[in-house]
């Protein structure tokens, strides 16, 4: 923990479950509790697990150039986000390559939300706000509790009236055991889930009060890294370990394009005047990978890192890798040739002590028409 320059409210109850905090985005974030993570894997998958996620960069933007930053520095047209929406978006280098992704939320005719991992997203952003009529303010006292599983509705409609009402992609403002909150119908485990925005003074009663009172329901505390096992199942990227900052290529700087990556779809239709505009359009059909998905044979999940090759000769690298017990496959994200990302090509995956059989495979690879995480009611 010692590049950690912020802190979590909820670092003691973390500390109570085995964590030792280990540093992201410069937060100590919980990589690891003293339990099966298999348990929350399951417990999101069925129930619902409580997970805090305040590592995620905060950004408000207010002031009459807000919309001109954020149109300036993101892929999406934020024109026509309506105020309590929220969008997915990509940002971009002068040479078209992603340097993060983020959540967009429109509080207001003047007021937005930027939401961002460990990219370069708020030096974009600040890039944009100089010398315009915009105020930035980066909010780490802010929190973010994520409640991410089937029964997650079944349990804030206790607390909070209209909940199941929110549809995907939007929020409320309202209040959760008498705080004030932000509830947001997002998040990043391929289920329907919520994301409580909260104050700090407040963070540690309402994680209390939920461990507690859903204990019951089998409601239990998920470490961050969970989300590894299920974004492997649901085809969601984690900069920068699926890009090429961290699987660099051999004769070029790092730098992946969203055709390379297949996030394409967050650049809105039409949409120009961006950053990487004009450099992202060019690429397309340039790709020299794909982000692609591999099936294996049995139940040993591929490490990280581990080659993937064809006919005996390497060709791209495994990213992330899980074995679920619940769907009985074991799936992965890689990074292959363009013409090895071809449904049904038979690949081996080379892991330190064995060669295993797999084939290439579209993602993602569970709730495919993506019915868990949009339902409605």
């Known amino acids: 923990m010692t590049a950690s320059w912020r802190f979590s409210a909820l670092a003691d109850r973390h500390r109570a479950l085995g964590s030792t905090l280990e540093d992201w985005s410069g937060m100590g974030t919980a990589w690891t509790y003293d339990k099966d993570q298999t348990e929350e894997y399951l417990a999101i998958r069925t129930r619902a697990g409580v997970m805090d996620v305040s590592g995620l960069k905060k950004i408000h933007l207010m002031g009459p150039h807000a919309q001109y930053v954020i149109d300036k520095a993101t892929t999406r047209d934020i024109e026509k986000l309506k105020p309590g929406r929220s969008t997915y978006a990509t940002m971009l280098n002068d040479e078209g390559k992603f340097v993060d992704d983020c959540v967009i939320y429109r509080m207001g005719p003047h007021s937005f939300m930027v939401v961002h991992g460990s990219g370069a997203g708020h030096e974009q952003l600040a890039m944009y706000a100089a010398g315009r009529n915009v105020v930035m303010l980066f909010d780490d006292d802010l929190h973010d509790i994520s409640l991410q599983g089937p029964l997650a509705v079944n349990y804030l409609e206790k607390h909070v009236p209209g909940i199941r009402d929110v549809v995907y992609f939007s929020h409320i403002q309202t209040t959760l055991f008498g705080k004030p909150v932000m509830i947001s119908r997002t998040g990043y485990t391929g289920e329907r889930g919520y994301e409580i925005f909260c104050r ?136 292959m040739p363009v013409d090895c990302a071809v449904e049904g090509t038979k690949l081996t995956i080379r892991n330190p002590d064995k060669e295993l059989a797999a084939i290439a495979h579209p993602m993602p690879f569970y709730d495919v028409d993506k019915k868990r995480r949009t339902a409605k009611g």
């Open 200 to 335: 700090r003074q407040d963070a540690v009663e309402i994680w209390d009060r939920i461990v507690a009172e859903g204990a019951e329901m089998g409601i239990i505390p998920t470490r961050f890294t969970t989300l590894d096992l299920l974004r492997a199942e649901s085809y969601l990227l984690f900069f920068p370990y699926d890009n090429s900052e961290m699987y660099p290529f051999e004769t070029e700087k790092a730098g992946d394009t969203l055709w390379e990556l297949g996030l394409d779809f967050t650049v809105s239709k039409g949409k120009t005047g961006f950053r990487g505009a004009e450099e992202h359009y060019r690429l397309q059909g340039k790709e020299r990978f794909r982000i692609y998905g591999v099936k294996l044979e049995g139940t040993e999940p591929a490490v990280e890192g581990a080659p993937v090759l064809k006919d005996g000769e390497q060709v791209g690298v495994v990213t992330m890798c899980m074995y679920s017990p619940l769907n009985e496959h074991t799936v992965g994200i890689a990074r």
